[in-house]
Structures are given as C-alpha cells and as structure tokens.
C-alpha cells in the first residue's frame, strides 16, 4: 500500500464513520506513522508503507474510531505557531484561545512603554496553564517577562514541565501547583486565564472525544460555567498590580453574567469582550487602577 492509497483509504473510512475533518484526520495519522511533513506526504506519495507501518495505521485508525482526539494519539498539537506534547492529562488547546495570547501581547507590549516600574520584568501569572501553551507562547513573544504557570493539577505541571524544556523556556516560566493565584509569590502585572468554564447541564451535550478523554477538571465550570472564574476573581487581592489586566476566555453567552461578577468583585474595573472568528464573545479584557 502507497501514501497515498492509505490516505484515501483512511479518509473513506472516517467519512462513512462521520469522523469530521475526515481527510486532515487520515492526514495527521499518516504522517505521524511516516515521520513526513505535510508536502513530504504527497510528493512522496508512491512511497510504500512498511507492514509495521500498515500495522501502526490500522491501530490508529482503530483508536480514533473509538472517539480518542487525533492529537492524543499522536501526542502533539500546534497552538499559536508552535507544537507542544499532549496527552489525556491536559486539555487540548483550542484555536480560539490563540486570541488570548494575541490580546496579551498586544497589552504588553503597550504597556511595556509606560510600565510604573521600568527595568523591572513584566510578571505574568498564566491562571490553569493546563500543557503550558499559553506560558510558553508568551514566554517565546515576551522574551524579558518572567511568567508564573499556575495548575491545580499536578499531572498537568508535569505536562507544562516538557513542554517548557521543548521550547527552552525554563529559566523564564515557574512552574507552580496550586489552586488559582494561591501560589503566585508576588503580585503580577498581567493575570491570564482559560479556565472551566462548561455548565454543569451542558456536560451531558459535550461531543464523547471531549466527555470521554479530555480532563473533566479543565472544563467543568460549575452549575453557571462561572464557578472557577468567579474563585478566581475572589483572590485578586494582593495578587495583582495597579495598572494591571486580567485576560478571561469565557463560553457563548457569558457575558452578561460575567458583568454582574466583575461588578461585584471590581467594580472600578474597564471590561471590553473581544470577539473570536466565529463573532463569539470569548475573551474578556479587563483593566483597572487598583483592586
């Protein structure tokens, strides 16, 4: 069997098997058994698989019918331009939460020019760090920041722990398990966060790659979605700086609850939403004097 009948062979199969994304799904498997960049996969094309390599697929395949993510099988996943290890121990990193990082770049690097303590590093506390893809991705764009990567789980820290070493960034992240901004040893400048933040009615009409596999501690929210979200917001006290930001990615239709939340714990806080590609309110920029 070639690449390129294997690749039209799995796509056939996770289309009659309602796998979405069936021919990028076939692709990524493919590619992890071959070892192949995507151009590789089809300039080689008439490359023919080794019986181990059929076997391999064949496994694959088996795995990902049985709902399992493609990116724990392959145990890897790209987020904001940059590959970081994956497994059942972390969530996988969605794109929508890239505007995250995004939003905290943008307000860094603002603020770097009129930060109040100047020669000091930005400190930035990465709230359920999860893999460590948003602290990685920070520490990679902020290269003078120093950033706390908070986990209540410690089976996520030891994921966040490799990714840092793959990236080399572990002279600048600090790796901390805790729960929230317990652990954070300063107050930070930026405070960012992708917490849980699914209902508790809403967790029987999660799709079963996520129900089944994902971590149900990193998407759990509460009966509203905004439990975590609102115990973080109850240890802001001391825990961050004047002039500073909180960054919040939050569910559909949200917003309005969260206002409420922010009125009660900060109420001389600026709240703006910021959209995703879809036109969701997924990210809450949040900025204040003092808390």
Known sequence: MTLA??????????????????????RVLLQHISRLSPAQL??????????????????????????????????????????FYVDQRVLIPRPETELLVEAALQWANTFAHSKPHSG???????????????AVALALGLPESIICAIDISPLAIDVARINCARHNVTEQVVL???????????????????????????????????????PL?????????????????SQLEGKILPHSCLLLEIGRGQGNELSSL??????????????????????????????
């Open 5 to 26: 009948q294997a690749l039209q062979t799995t796509t056939h199969v996770f289309r009659l098997n309602s796998v979405d994304y069936s021919h990028l799904e076939a």
């Open 42 to 83: 089809y300039s080689e094309s008439d490359r023919l698989l080794t019986d181990e390599e059929i076997a391999l697929l064949q496994q694959l395949v088996e795995r990902r019918l049985l709902g399992e993510p493609s990116s724990y099988i392959v145990g890897h996943k790209e987020f904001y331009g940059h590959d």
């Open 120 to 134: 000091q590093p930005l400190v930035i506390a990465d709230i359920g760090t999860g893999c460590g893809a948003i």
């Open 176 to 214: 901390l398990q805790g729960n929230l901004l317990e652990p954070l040893p300063k107050p930070a400048d930026l405070v960012i966060a992708n917490l849980p933040y699914i209902k508790t009615p809403d967790l029987a009409n999660l799709s079963p790659e996520i129900a089944r596999f994902e």
């Open 217 to 233: 501690l990193s998407i759990h929210g509460g009966e509203d979605g905004l439990r975590v979200i609102e115990s973080l917001l």
């Open 262 to 291: 922010l009125k009660r714990y900060i109420p001389h806080a600026d709240c703006v939403f910021l959209s995703d590609y879809g036109g969701v309110n997924r990210v809450v920029k949040i900025t204040f004097h003092h808390v």
